[in-house]
């Protein structure tokens, strides 16, 4: 079983909808990420979260909304999104502390915008 | 600024042969951090191994080995005797730290595609 868990696994919603991605860790980790993997480009970093504050935004629209309100979870609120943010969203956990710190995933939700 | 790439988009093996997946980066950072991520078909980014640039000895785990070469910025990943189980998409990863944070970076490369047919 993996330790970091991401429902739901599909997701299909149209344009106008209002949905969440919940995330969920259980390594005992205090930092949290969103990753976006779309098929025509490189793994892109969403957000991170560490220690429930969050660290960087990568200049995502606001229709992506993040909140983490705690250690343990992670969640993405969708609002008004367009096709071409259907994509594979991935969540993930570290240890911030710990340079070099091993970044791990959990299986992902697969997101299609109609 | 750090990049890494993965030249080989797809390879295609026959079981039992041996495949090396290239992986170049780039970083003006002298501490840092390579990884090797599998990706099946699932979804799952599977952590393979973390690498910190300090330590140039090669390693081997079962039918993996990776070898790293800071010569040439190099981090290749060779699979021996594959499997049809080791059909995944591979990505290659660099980790620096962010100035004035502990909180590391991942920067991946675009991935390669390997099938290995029966």
């Known amino acids: 079983e993996t330790g970091v868990t991401q429902t739901p696994r599909h997701l299909v919603m149209g344009m106008t909808n209002k949905k969440s991605l919940k995330c969920e860790q259980h390594?005992?980790?205090?930092?949290m990420y969103w990753y976006k993997q779309s098929a025509k480009k490189p793994l892109e970093l969403m957000f991170v979260?560490?220690?429930?504050?969050?660290?960087e935004n990568n200049s995502v629209p606001s229709r992506f909304s993040p909140e983490c309100p705690n250690s343990s979870h992670l969640f993405l609120h969708l609002h008004t999104l367009q096709p071409e943010d259907s994509a594979l969203y991935l969540c993930?956990?570290?240890?911030?502390?710990?340079?070099?710190?091993?970044?791990?995933f959990g299986e992902g939700s697969w997101l299609t915008v109609v | 600024a750090q990049k890494v790439t993965q030249a080989q988009t797809e390879i295609s093996v026959v079981e039992k042969e041996d495949v090396t997946l290239d992986c170049v980066y780039e970083t003006r950072d002298t501490t840092y951090y390579l990884f090797w991520y599998k990706q099946p078909p699932s979804g799952e980014l599977v952590f393979l191994i973390r690498r910190n640039s300090f330590d140039e000895q090669n390693e081997i785990s079962g039918r993996y080995s990776w070898n790293f070469q800071k010569s040439t910025s190099s981090f290749n990943f060779t699979i021996t005797a594959s499997q049809v189980v080791d059909s995944a998409v591979y990505f290659c990863a660099l980790s620096d730290l962010a100035r004035g944070s502990t909180l590391g970076r991942l920067y991946f490369g675009r991935g390669t595609q390997l099938t290995v047919w029966p």
């Open positions: 390594l005992g980790h205090n930092a």
């Open positions: 993930a956990s570290s240890q911030e502390q710990l340079a070099g710190n091993t970044i791990y």
């Open positions: 979260y560490s220690l429930e504050e969050r660290v």
